[in-house]
């Protein structure tokens, strides 16, 4: 559905330096059928510039990025709009996203409206209260409300409602849960998982944390230096890692909890601790 070409990007620098490769050549291809990729990776590595050109923010300096059979692009404005609803982002930060001027149903119902998903408001809100109660809000605790009088993990919960009320074929999720605690991190990675297992949504996972990647995704890939070096199922990154990369930073997980069997040889182990 949706695949990145050998896509390099390069950002622009001062007069006489050369310009920073944030991405060397990517290619990347996400499963047809509903799967949760996580991509993994150091600060730095190119892991939201991946993202930026899957969510048609940023063009790639050479290379394509393909969704559905097309390249982006040459879509034409219809399969672009269609593209837009299908493939809904979240970001880190949910505050950012808000217009703190506006109660929280104005940015749940715009683009209901926007992308003609609702043909009345009545209708548009039926489905809002439907997509918060899938994320765990209580419509009546959440609507009616302006952003900063929300917690910081109902913000992300309603942003992820937001994302959903669109009907999207595919979720790309830059670190959505860096900015909560850990016991709400479950909760959200949670409502994320259930959309794949009962929606048929693609999820695009981007993340520090090796912990949960291995948890929820159905694949792992890991950016070291603008570059992918290891793509596999979560079992073959986590136990037997090629990259030396990839064995640092799985030897860098704390073995938080001694009932996990990591499956790391006693040496790496050793090292973790
Ligand atoms: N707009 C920009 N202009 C110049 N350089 C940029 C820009 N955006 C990103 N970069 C550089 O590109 C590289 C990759 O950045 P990117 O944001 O993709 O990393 P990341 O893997 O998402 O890191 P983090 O885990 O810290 O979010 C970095 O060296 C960054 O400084
Ligand atoms: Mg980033």
Redesign the pocket.
């Known amino acids: 559905m949706l695949e990145v070409r050998a896509a390099t990007?390069a950002?622009?620098?001062k007069r006489g330096a050369s310009p920073?490769l944030?991405?060397r050549a990517v290619s990347l291809k996400l499963p047809t059928e509903p799967s949760i990729t996580a991509i993994v990776?150091?600060?730095?590595?190119?892991?939201?510039?991946?993202?930026?050109l899957m969510l048609g923010l940023l063009a790639p300096t050479s290379g394509t990025v393909w969704y559905g059979g097309h390249d982006l692009g040459q879509l034409d404005r219809v399969a672009f709009l269609r593209y837009r609803r299908e493939v809904q982002a979240i970001f880190q930060d949910p505050y950012s996203v808000y217009n703190p001027f506006y109660k929280v149903d104005r940015s749940l119902l715009l683009p209901l409206m926007r992308f003609g998903v609702a043909r009345s408001r009545d209708e548009a809100y039926a489905r809002v209260r439907q997509c918060l109660e899938a994320v765990g809000l209580r419509p009546a605790d959440t609507l009616g409300r302006y952003p900063h009088q929300l917690s910081g993990g109902q913000r992300q919960r309603v942003m992820i409602a937001r994302a959903l009320s669109l009907q999207p074929r595919m979720i790309v999720a830059?670190?959505p849960v860096s900015m909560v605690d850990a016991s709400l991190r479950a909760t959200i990675l949670e409502s994320l998982y259930r959309l794949k297992t009962e929606r048929d949504v693609s999820l695009v996972y981007?993340t520090?944390d090796l912990t949960t990647a291995y948890q929820i995704a159905d694949r792992i890939v890991v950016?070291f230096n603008?570059e992918i070096v290891e793509e596999g199922e979560p079992d073959q990154v986590i136990h037997a890692p090629r990259h030396p990369y990839t064995r640092s930073l799985v030897a860098a997980v704390p073995p938080a909890d001694p009932g996990i069997d990591w499956g790391l040889d006693a040496e790496v182990t050793a090292l973790s601790r």
Request: aromatic share 4%; net charge neutral; proline share 0%.
């Open positions: 990007v950002f622009g620098s920073k944030a991405l990776g150091e600060s730095g590595s190119g892991k939201t510039t991946l993202t930026r830059d670190e981007v520090h950016m603008g």
